[in-house]
C-alpha cells in the first residue's frame, strides 16, 4: 500500500495542472501513513520573516490566508537547527502549545506532528498533522520522515508559483 501511494502522489504531481492541487496530493500521502484527521501546510520565508498557510485539509476552520509573524522560539529552532520532527501526544501536553487549542479539539485532535522541511540549509515549511490522543508514538515520527522528500517538491512547486 505504502509503494502505491507514493507512486500515486508521484502521478499527481507530474501532471498537476494547478500549483495549489501539490497540497491535497501530499495529503492524500500523508494519509497512507499517518494519522492526520487536520492537515496543513505552513511555507516558511525566513528573510521577509513571515509564514503563510498554503494547504488545509479544513479550509472552512483554518483558511488559507496572508501571512503571519514569524515566530523565532525554542520550537522553530528545533525545526531550523536539529530539524527535529515533534508530537505532542496528550491533551494536556497541548495546553499551552496552541492559542486555537479549543478549536483543535472541537475537531476530535489531541495529538500533534509537526515536520520540518529543508533544503539548501533554508526551513522551506512545516507538515503539520493534529489527530486523536496519542496517535505518533515513536513509530509514526518514521513514517512522518518519509513525508520529507515529497514535502521539498511541494514547497519548491509551491515557491516557484506563489510569493510565500
Known amino acids: 500500500m505504502t509503494r502505491d501511494a507514493f507512486r500515486q502522489f508521484e502521478e499527481k504531481l507530474a501532471r498537476c495542472d494547478d500549483p495549489a492541487e501539490t497540497g491535497a496530493a501530499l495529503h492524500e500521502l500523508a494519509a497512507a501513513l499517518i494519522p492526520c484527521h487536520l492537515f496543513t501546510l505552513t511555507a516558511i520565508n525566513g528573510p521577509a520573516g ?32 536539529e530539524r527535529r520532527i515533534t508530537a505532542i501526544n496528550t491533551a494536556a501536553g497541548m495546553e499551552g502549545q496552541f492559542p486555537d487549542l479549543a478549536l483543535i479539539r472541537s475537531l476530535g485532535c489531541n495529538s500533534s506532528l509537526s515536520v520540518p522541511v529543508m533544503a539548501g540549509n533554508h526551513l522551506l515549511g512545516t507538515i503539520n498533522a493534529l489527530d486523536a490522543e496519542g496517535s505518533y508514538p515513536d513509530a509514526m515520527l518514521d513514517r512522518a520522515a518519509d513525508l520529507i522528500i515529497p514535502a521539498t517538491a511541494v514547497f519548491l512547486i509551491l515557491r516557484a508559483h506563489f510569493a510565500l
Do not use: C, E, I, N
Open 50 to 81: 513571515h509564514v503563510r498557510r498554503v494547504y488545509s485539509s479544513h479550509p472552512d476552520v483554518y483558511p488559507l490566508l496572508g501571512t503571519k509573524p514569524l515566530v523565532v522560539d525554542d520550537w522553530f529552532r528545533a525545526m531550523q537547527t
